[in-house]
């Protein structure tokens, strides 16, 4: 415990950085990076794994009242993410649709009852990977998400999730998932079926099940691309 002097100077330094906060909320500001970007990702990268569960855990609460882009005005429940924290693979999808904002969960509609057959036929549960979306807050009228909720989602929350679970594979579902983790606007017919980089990891993309739901003949090449990721999880387990 401190005492006299030093405890003057730190009421006031704790005064003045109280005062100093105040004044950039009534500015508008509401994040104030504590290390520059490079130190915090070095310290990230040094989190043990009970602290990057509780972190994800902590940013999920963080999100769960998130007003951050104009998606938030519609939205019943912000869908965060369910599964193992600590999964090989990933799921990625687009956005919450009507059943996933009423429950607040991610891929709970018929396409999610496909991904689950998905999942199944890669001999894994929903419980044993992790499932997420590029968007937390359903689109109204379920419109594909715009680039600017893309971003500052991803850049807020799902960037983060991925960095806590680290997952050996992502699997990207779809259109948007695809091109908004790999920065490109190729479609999903070219880029699906083999391995990209993301950040070190291993992504595949592949169709959404709610595109497979529309177009049956193509679910035969999302289980040549599904059976790929099998194949990698398998090596990095004898591995
Ligand atoms: N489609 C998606 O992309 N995500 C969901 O959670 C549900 C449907």
Known sequence: MAHGPIRDELTQITQALKDRLLLEKALGVDFVAKTPPETAALELRNLDKEERKRQLEALGKVASTC???RLSESRTKVVYGTGD????????????????????LPFVGKAGQLLTKIIAAIKLTREEVYIANMVKCRPPENRTPREDEVFTCTSNYLKYQIQYIRPRIICALGNVAAQGLLHTREGISSLRGRFHDYDGIKLMATF???????NPQDKDK??????KVRKVLDEVSTG
């Open 85 to 104: 924290p600590f999964a090989q693979l990933m799921f990625i999808g687009e956005g919450p649709g009507y059943e996933e904002d009423q429950q607040g």
């Open 208 to 214: 959404h099940p709610a595109y497979l739901l529309r």
């Open 67 to 69: 007003t951050k882009c």
């Open 222 to 227: 999302c289980w040549q691309d599904m059976k």
